[in-house]
C-alpha cells in the first residue's frame, strides 16, 4: 500500500476517488473525520496495490492539474436556463457551458 495524494481539498479528493473507481484501481481514504479536537489530519488516499500506484500516479497528476471549478452561476447559451456555477452542462438541454467559445 501506497500513499497517493493528500489535501485538505474535499473536492479534489472526491475527483480522485471517482478517477480511481472509473480505472478499477483499488484504494482507501484515510483521515476524512478529524477524531480529536485540536488535531488536523488531511484526507490521504492509499492505493492498495503496488503494481497499480504508477497508473493511479498518472490519474493523481491529471485530476490535479484541472482547472479549479467555477462557482459562478451562468445561463445556458442554448436554452437559456439559469445553472449554477459547479455545472459544465445544461441540465435541461445537455448543452456545454462553453457552447461557441
Request: glycine share 10%; charged share 20%.
Amino acid at each position: 500500500m501506497k500513499l497517493l495524494y493528500t489535501s485538505n481539498d474535499v473536492r479534489t479528493i472526491g475527483a480522485l476517488q471517482s478517477v480511481l473507481d472509473e480505472a478499477g484501481i483499488a484504494y482507501e481514504v484515510r483521515n476524512e473525520t478529524m477524531p480529536y479536537p485540536g488535531a488536523i489530519f488531511d484526507p490521504e488516499v492509499w492505493v492498495i496495490e503496488d503494481g497499480e500506484f504508477a497508473r493511479a500516479c498518472g490519474l493523481r497528476d491529471v485530476v490535479t492539474q484541472l482547472p479549479p471549478v467555477s462557482q459562478t452561476p451562468w445561463t445556458c447559451p442554448s436554452c437559456g436556463e439559469k445553472l449554477e456555477g459547479q455545472f459544465g452542462s445544461c441540465w435541461k438541454c445537455g448543452a456545454s457551458r462553453n457552447v461557441g467559445a
